[in-house]
């Protein structure tokens, strides 16, 4: 069965350093990956998405992320952190073939002045 | 870009009432999704339909039904609504292809079931 999973609720980051959302996933064929961020009261939104090719993808607001295969991960990171970007960061796959997206439970970034 | 629009961002309803949930999708898209989303349990899908009149469950569907009598609407349906349906409510589209687009959220409907 496919499962994604986030393995921090919070992450806290000063303005100005690097940051990382971590995520792992599990499925049984080749996957497809998304990261969307929610904003308080809002829909999501999506970030960037790896379908194949280059291992690095690169996003919306500076975002980044790495597909490592052999650690089934799928690592968000931004080199320098905004206090705008203080939001709920959710991971998805979807396999391919199959229709459905499946979400970790989110990770709250709380980037500090 | 893209719009999906839900019909209301916060609804407060009584125990056993019906409660209708609307989706309307302005890019032709064939795919429709809802999910609810709870804190620490992230979004958990409910229903989609992948063509008018067309739908299938999802991981969560009891309590809950949908319907698609049109390619830009998907509507979902509490029979009768309960304290544990209280939740944040978010539809979201697809165009058809395989090969993966994101999906395209709404703004997110605030249920509380009281």
């Known amino acids: 069965a496919q499962s994604v999973a986030q393995p921090e609720d919070q992450v806290n980051v000063a303005e100005g350093n690097p940051l990382t959302v971590k995520c792992t996933y599990s499925v049984s064929g080749n996957p497809y990956l998304f990261w969307y961020v929610q904003y308080p009261n809002r829909g999501l939104q999506f970030l960037l998405k790896?379908?194949?090719?280059?291992?690095l993808v690169k996003g919306s607001y500076g975002f980044e992320a790495e597909f490592n295969k052999s650690q089934t991960s799928f690592h968000l990171k931004k080199p320098s952190a905004l206090v705008s970007d203080s939001a709920l960061y959710f991971c998805?796959?979807?396999?391919?073939?199959?229709?459905?997206?499946?979400f970790g439970a989110g990770t709250r970034l709380a980037v500090h002045p | 870009d893209v719009k999906v629009t839900q019909s209301s961002r916060y609804l407060v309803k009584r125990t056993g009432e019906k409660v209708f949930l609307e989706c309307v999708q302005d890019?032709?898209?064939?795919?429709m999704f809802w999910y609810r989303q709870d804190p620490g349990l992230g979004l958990r899908l409910i229903y989609f339909s992948y063509d008018v009149k067309m739908k299938e469950k999802g991981d969560i569907p009891e309590g809950y039904s949908v319907s698609r009598e049109k390619k830009e609407r998907f509507s979902l349906i509490l029979e009768s609504a309960s304290t544990n349906q209280t939740s944040m409510y978010l539809c979201a589209s697809r165009p058809p292809r395989q090969d993966s687009y994101e999906q395209y959220f709404g703004p997110g409907t605030r249920l509380t079931v009281t």
């Open positions: 790896y379908i194949t090719g280059d291992n």
């Open positions: 998805a796959v979807r396999e391919r073939g199959y229709n459905k997206l499946i």
């Open positions: 890019m032709d898209h064939e795919n």
